[in-house]
Nanobody, 125 residues
């Protein structure tokens, strides 16, 4: 089972992008999903997570009010709507799935066992 992220690109500060991450070869509908990012020269960090049933979401403080995570279990796809982007959001964004079924949100990278390949978001001022 794999995850495929897409939707990255070049955007001016203040603009928006929507990232998508689709599962193939299986389903992640019963697992929590998350987005992480890694900026140049920095460690990968948690961005957002959503529970398997969409009831719970969690965000890193720096994106609260600007980013929204959502999922469509019928399509086995998770989304990250990013608004009011700024240059500090420039990074490679990764989607990931938690190992446990019926899981809630988590910011812990160690709990995610399946990772997508990443999609680059570049924000210029």
């Amino acid at each position: 089972v794999q995850l495929q992220a897409s939707g990255g690109g070049l955007v001016q500060a203040g603009g928006s992008l929507r990232l998508s991450c689709a599962a193939s070869g299986g389903t992640f509908s019963r697992r929590a999903l998350g987005w992480f990012r890694q900026a140049p020269g920095k460690e990968r960090e948690f961005v957002a997570s959503i529970s398997w049933n969409t009831i719970s979401t969690r965000y890193v403080d720096s994106v609260k009010g600007r980013f929204t995570i959502s999922r469509d279990n019928a399509k086995d796809t998770v989304y990250l709507q990013m608004n009011s982007l700024n240059p500090e959001d420039t990074a490679v964004y990764y989607c990931a799935a938690i190992s446990l079924y019926y899981s809630s949100t988590s910011y812990s990278e160690a709990e995610y066992t399946v990772w997508g390949q990443g999609t680059l978001v570049t924000v210029f001022s």
